[in-house]
């Protein structure tokens, strides 16, 4: 499982369980998957990734290909990469398509979109799923405060939690919320106050 996979479950798994996997992890990942796991369940700090691709501003398009190269797979989520200064604030996005055309002597910072969708890690999911309807997005850079890159959301994540969500909210109006234990030992007014809700 990888480090967002076990983020996005840890308030799920049993803590011996979860300990056991953090302890499998190297310690960056390990670092990841607790900086990820502080934020809400419905935030997009939780759902967001380290897998992308950030280049310094400073690069050629022939320069940020053959740093793409040397990766030797990408993210299937990923359509776009992030320009960064010397301080890793984004500067833009440069669609992945504008960069395999160019001229590799293009410096990188003439393809790049200035002023792009970002997130901040504490953005309702809700909200991030505004923003890629609203902006035809694949990925997105998730920013603090500051502007600083963070990590990168992915619409497939998003479409996920939406609709696991979704169907939470459509279980409790029928009357099928999920228990917390098996059926047969559930006590019977915890099930009325589950089948009522």
Request: hydrophobic share 45%.
């Given at each position: 499982m990888?480090?967002?996979d076990?983020?996005?479950?840890a308030?799920?798994?049993?803590?011996?369980?979860?300990?056991?996997?953090y302890?499998?992890?190297?310690?960056?990942?390990?670092?990841?998957?607790?900086t990820?796991?502080?934020?809400?369940?419905?935030?997009?700090?939780?759902?967001?990734?380290?897998?992308?691709?950030?280049?310094p501003?400073?690069?050629?398009?022939?320069?940020?290909?053959?740093?793409?190269?040397?990766?030797?797979?990408?993210?299937?989520h990923?359509?776009?990469?992030?320009?960064?200064?010397?301080?890793?604030?984004l500067r833009g996005?440069?669609?992945?398509?504008?960069?395999?055309?160019?001229?590799?002597a293009?410096?990188?910072t003439?393809?790049?979109?200035?002023?792009?969708?970002?997130?901040?890690?504490?953005?309702?999911?809700?909200?991030?799923?505004?923003?890629?309807?609203?902006y035809?997005?694949?990925?997105?850079?998730?920013?603090?405060?500051?502007?600083?890159?963070?990590?990168?959301?992915?619409?497939?994540?998003?479409?996920?939690?939406?609709?696991?969500?979704?169907?939470?909210?459509?279980?409790?109006?029928?009357?099928?919320?999920?228990?917390?234990?098996?059926?047969?030992?559930?006590?019977?007014?915890?099930?009325?106050?589950?089948?009522?809700?």
């Amino acid at each position: 499982m990888d480090p967002a996979d076990l983020a996005y479950v840890a308030e799920s798994v049993p803590e011996a369980v979860l300990e056991e996997a953090y302890r499998a992890r190297e310690a960056s990942e390990r670092s990841w998957i607790e900086t990820v796991a502080a934020y809400p369940e419905d935030s997009a700090g939780r759902l967001m990734v380290e897998d992308y691709v950030a280049v310094p501003d400073s690069r050629t398009v022939g320069e940020v290909l053959g740093q793409i190269r040397t990766r030797g797979q990408l993210s299937r989520h990923l359509d776009a990469l992030f320009v960064v200064d010397v301080r890793n604030l984004l500067r833009g996005v440069v669609p992945m398509r504008t960069l395999l055309v160019r001229d590799p002597a293009c410096p990188v910072t003439d393809l790049m979109t200035p002023d792009p969708v970002v997130l901040k890690p504490t953005d309702k999911l809700a909200s991030a799923a505004e923003a890629f309807a609203r902006y035809d997005l694949v990925c997105a850079p998730v920013v603090d405060e500051r502007g600083k890159l963070m990590g990168a959301l992915a619409v497939d994540a998003v479409l996920d939690s939406v609709s696991a969500q979704a169907t939470k909210d459509i279980q409790k109006m029928g009357g099928l919320e999920a228990l917390d234990a098996p059926y047969a030992q559930v006590p019977f007014w915890d099930m009325v106050k589950k089948r009522g809700a």
